[in-house]
């Protein structure tokens, strides 16, 4: 027998099967991948804490170490490149970008490769110990630095070389050598405090974006616009076209080519007019004129539909919601025409988050951010 709701609707037990299948898978591939970027962020912000070399680690380096140097990480396969075409690179940030996608094993255009050997990271410099010599470069006279966004490639300039050199590495290890690389320069500028702190921002920024388990699906939520491919929205438009056009063949009027009222007149034919006889009036006929048809409005979409497309954001034009994406430091002017604004909203002084209360402001990222309004509970994204 048939399984059927309480309705006797088998179709609409079909029907909420579906959509929670749907929405469960859609969900659980949105909690893996924000779980797997959770522990990327908790698994570098340890790495950070604990992030200490010793001069043991040295032991069998070629390599002379000075009183209170430390080696804090070694590649043994690291590639020295050139640059052909010297460019001025960005000054060396503090800034942690963990990894968004895997990196191409390629060298990019107008880099060569003139060395090859063991990478080491020391608590003063970076070292490369190749087969034709060693290479160094020092933090402290560091002028550039810049990672290849799309290879394993590191850019460096010192103010002791002319010439932009810097290291080819696995595409395995890239990453890693990057943060840790950012660490060992924090360090010997004494900001190891702030990358901690960033990576805590991220941590906690990421908290807010964990996606929530949807709501699960009826039979008594079925529709019967649910038979029709497209839904609701070719019924409104199906319905917008019965309507529109028959207005506006009316409006057109086909029966009347000349586009006005039709008018017949009769008159007696005479060779003369009677001198005392008045003129045989005009006989005219007006065709009613139609009505004009007011204006018919497209169905709105529908709220639960929008909300679900937002994550559960307020309908509104600007496109900010809660799925994740950009953060908003500049909001546009009528944000709070369409969401429920703090008091003072427009003093803060951060980026756009929710509080625990539903509303809006705008010191996202502060220490006191929605601290009348029982905290932050998620960022809205755009």
């Not at 929670?20 to 591939?29: D, E, K, P």
């Not at 063991?118 to 402290?140: E, K, P």
């Amino acid at each position: 027998m048939a399984k059927t709701d309480s309705t006797g609707s088998t179709w609409r037990y079909r029907w909420a099967h579906r959509q929670n299948v749907r929405r469960l898978s859609t969900y659980r591939g949105a909690e893996t991948a924000w779980r797997r970027r959770d522990d990327e962020l908790r698994r570098l912000r340890a790495l950070a804490a604990g992030f200490h070399g010793s001069a043991a680690a040295g032991d069998g380096l070629p390599l002379e170490l000075a009183t209170d140097e430390v080696v804090l990480w070694a590649l043994p396969a690291a590639q020295l490149v050139e640059v052909r075409h010297t460019t001025v690179l960005p000054a060396p940030d503090l800034t942690v970008s963990p990894p968004t996608g895997p990196l191409r094993p390629r060298r990019p255009d107008g880099v060569r490769v003139t060395d090859a050997g063991m990478a080491v990271l020391t608590s003063r410099r970076l070292v490369l110990l190749g087969g034709r010599g060693r290479r160094d470069w020092a933090y402290g006279r560091m002028t550039g630095l810049a990672h290849d966004p799309a290879s394993p490639v590191t850019l460096i300039q010192v103010l002791d070389r002319r010439r932009t050199s810097g290291l080819l590495l696995p595409t395995d290890a890239a990453p890693d050598f990057r943060f840790k690389l950012t660490l060992a320069f924090a360090d010997a500028i004494e900001q190891r405090a702030a990358v901690l702190d960033q990576l805590d921002e991220l941590i906690a920024e990421h908290a807010q974006l964990k996606p929530f388990r949807p709501a699960v699906n009826t039979p008594g939520q079925a529709r019967l616009s649910s038979f029709v491919p497209g839904g609701r929205r070719t019924v409104a438009v199906a319905a917008a076209l019965v309507l529109l056009v028959p207005a506006a063949l009316i409006e057109s009027d086909p029966s009347d080519p000349t586009g006005g009222p039709e008018v017949a007149v009769a008159a007696t034919p005479s060779e003369s007019p009677a001198p005392n006889r008045p003129a045989a009036p005009a006989l005219t006929r007006s065709l009613p004129t139609p009505k004009p048809q007011k204006p018919t409005k497209l169905p709105r979409p529908s709220p639960s539909t929008t909300r679900e497309s937002r994550c559960g954001a307020p309908e509104n034009p600007l496109g900010y919601g809660f799925c994740g994406g950009t953060r908003i430091r500049r909001p546009a002017t009528e944000v709070c025409d369409w969401f429920d604004c703090v008091p003072q909203f427009w003093a803060g002084r951060g980026y756009l988050v929710q509080c625990r209360d539903g509303s809006v402001s705008l010191a996202g990222g502060g220490p006191k951010a929605c601290g009348n309004h029982g905290g932050v509970r998620r960022t809205i994204t755009k």
